[in-house]
């Protein structure tokens, strides 16, 4: 059985496989962007991975333009982007599609009908959490903010 952590993603820093080193961890996985009106999750997002990776959670964001061109930018503009603004530290992915004939492999297993959480993204800033496993148990919405009491109740259940 394939899982998130069997993926290769390119990191927005050039290194070959982020996903790998983050195999046995919770993850919350998001399509993100820099121009979206649901950018300002990046602040919740940094939060929440400060205030639980030693729990063996992560974050992973994965820059994506297909969505009103709202991130249109190089690998560097983006990661001083995230770093200046938002003191984003968790990892990021090189920039790739989330739908469509060059939807990266990652995003087809995602939405698979077989893992429960089938369809095209919607949106910027949707989420998938991960189990340690490499499962998905959830997938939320873009206006889903980290500080929601569902999302953090499903996350407290999974931690």
Same mark, same amino acid.
């Given at each position: 059985?394939?899982?998130?952590?069997?993926?290769?993603?390119?990191?927005?820093?050039?290194?070959?496989?982020?996903?790998?080193?983050?195999?046995?961890?919770?993850?919350?996985?998001?399509?993100?962007?820099?121009?979206?009106?649901?950018?300002?999750?990046?602040?919740?997002?940094?939060?929440?991975?400060?205030?639980?990776?030693?729990? %063996?959670? $992560?974050?992973?964001?994965?820059?994506?333009?297909?969505?009103? &061109?709202? *991130?249109? @930018?190089?690998?560097?503009? +983006?990661?001083?982007?995230?770093?200046?603004?938002?003191?984003?530290?968790?990892?990021?992915?090189?920039?790739?599609?989330? %739908?469509? $004939?060059?939807?990266?492999?990652?995003?087809?297993?995602?939405? &698979?009908? *077989?893992? @429960?959480?089938?369809?095209? +993204?919607?949106?910027?800033?949707?989420?998938?959490?991960?189990?340690?496993?490499?499962?998905?148990?959830?997938?939320?919405?873009?206006? $889903?903010?980290?500080?929601?009491?569902?999302?953090?109740?499903?996350?407290?259940?999974?931690?």
């Amino acid at each position: 059985m394939t899982t998130f952590y069997d993926f290769s993603v390119q990191g927005l820093d050039g290194r070959e496989n982020i996903l790998a080193a983050l195999r046995g961890k919770v993850t919350l996985a998001v399509n993100v962007a820099s121009k979206c009106g649901y950018t300002p999750q990046y602040a919740g997002l940094e939060e929440l991975y400060q205030e639980l990776k030693e729990q %063996n959670f $992560t974050v992973v964001g994965f820059p994506c333009n297909q969505f009103g &061109a709202q *991130e249109p @930018g190089s690998a560097s503009e +983006i990661q001083s982007f995230c770093s200046l603004t938002y003191g984003v530290s968790f990892p990021l992915a090189a920039k790739i599609d989330v %739908n469509g $004939t060059h939807q990266h492999a990652l995003y087809a297993w995602l939405t &698979a009908k *077989e893992n @429960g959480f089938p369809g095209n +993204i919607g949106w910027n800033f949707e989420k998938f959490l991960i189990d340690r496993d490499g499962r998905v148990i959830c997938r939320y919405p873009s206006g $889903t903010k980290p500080t929601d009491p569902t999302f953090l109740q499903d996350l407290a259940d999974v931690l």
